[in-house]
């Protein structure tokens, strides 16, 4: 499972970075639900492969990572030929997002080391 993890967290990275600044990216059945739902779904979902991929590496070292590739999203989203928007408030949502699966993940997989001594 961790291997799959880490090989599946590049691409998931590249799409991430491909649909926030391609300037008109495809459209997604999540469009549907806002764009802060959809920036607290992708990182979310790369909060949990990071986490099963690099199960040693503490949970604040993934958030000062996804708060930095967030960060970098959004300056890049203010060059003005992307035709993109910067809105420091998708940052929150970014970080938001990766928080709650921070804690989901810690509480899941504390429960699981639980259960397998038992």
């Given amino acids: 499972m961790k291997a799959l993890a880490r090989l599946g967290l590049w691409p998931l990275l590249a799409f991430t970075t491909f649909m926030a600044l391609s300037p008109k990216p495809p459209a997604t059945p999540l469009d549907q639900m806002g764009d802060k739902f959809?920036?607290?779904?992708?990182?979310?979902v790369l909060t949990l492969v990071a986490r099963i991929g690099y199960p040693m590496t503490?949970?604040?070292?993934?958030?000062?990572?996804?708060?930095?590739?967030?960060?970098l999203i959004e300056v890049f989203q203010a060059i003005p030929s992307l035709h993109r928007n910067c809105d420091w408030r998708d940052w929150v949502a970014d970080m938001v997002a990766t928080s709650a699966m921070l804690v989901i993940h810690g509480i899941v997989a504390g429960r699981l080391r639980l259960s397998s001594r038992a």
């Avoid at 959809?38 to 979310?44: D, G, L, P, Q, V």
């Fill in 38 to 44: 959809t920036h607290m779904t992708a990182f979310a």
């Fill in 58 to 71: 503490s949970s604040l070292r993934v958030l000062e990572r996804m708060a930095l590739f967030g960060a």
